[in-house]
Structure formats: structure tokens, C-alpha cells
Nanobody, 115 residues
Framework: QVQLVESGGGLVQPGGSLRLSCLAS????????MGWYRQAPGKERELVAR???????IYVESVKGRFTISRDNAKNTVYLQMNNLKPEDTAVYYC?????????WGQGTQITVSS
């Protein structure tokens, strides 16, 4: 059974930082592409960042220079370091995995950026 379990969400003030973690089980983590999506109220879900099995990363333009995705294959964990958070980053953040057309999703974790 595949499980992706996110942690690290919460409430943070504008300009603050948070680190999300996603622990994966039931997949061969090291060969999966891992990523983070988010969905804000009233908006469509969007890809925030993705990291390939070889470490190649992509980011949505709005988070470049502020967010960093990384992975630790020994711990089956992908991270999203989020710095200089803005109110528009408020959303539910989802961890995802992809391999050969097979996609899995976590349950999501809420990030609220507010003073």
C-alpha cells in the first residue's frame, strides 16, 4: 500500500519560513519523481516544484528563489523549504509521486501565511 504522509504545515507570518516533509512508503522512492502541488481556496491545483530521480528540479515561477525542493533517498523523504512566505502562498500543499504514468497523492497539509 502506497502512502505519502506530509508534515510541517501550519500558520506563519509573512516573510517567515516553513519546511514541509513527505515520507513515502510502498514505492521504490529513489526512482520516483517527487513533487509538491498546492491548491488555494477558489483556485485550481498547481504544481509548485518537482524533483526527478536524478535530482533535476523545476519550480513554478512564483516561488523561484524562495522555495527549494530536495530529497533524501535514504529516508524516503522529499522536502520543500519555503522562505519569504507571502499571503498568496496560503494553500493546501500536496505531496505527489510519479513513475511510468503511475501517480500517487498525499492527503495534504495546510499552509496559512497571515499576520
Amino acid at each position: 500500500q502506497v502512502q505519502l504522509v506530509e508534515s510541517g504545515g501550519g500558520l506563519v507570518q509573512p516573510g517567515g519560513s516553513l519546511r514541509l516533509s513527505c515520507l513515502a512508503s510502498g514505492i521504490i522512492f529513489r526512482i520516483n519523481t517527487m513533487g509538491w502541488y498546492r491548491q488555494a481556496p477558489g483556485k485550481e491545483r498547481e504544481l509548485v516544484a518537482r524533483i526527478g530521480s536524478g535530482g533535476t528540479t523545476i519550480y513554478v515561477e512564483s516561488v523561484k528563489g524562495r522555495f527549494t525542493i530536495s530529497r533524501d533517498n535514504a529516508k524516503n523523504t522529499v522536502y520543500l523549504q519555503m522562505n519569504n512566505l507571502k499571503p498568496e502562498d496560503t494553500a493546501v500543499y500536496y505531496c505527489t509521486s510519479w513513475l511510468s504514468g503511475q501517480e500517487y497523492w498525499g492527503q495534504g497539509t495546510q499552509i496559512t501565511v497571515s499576520s
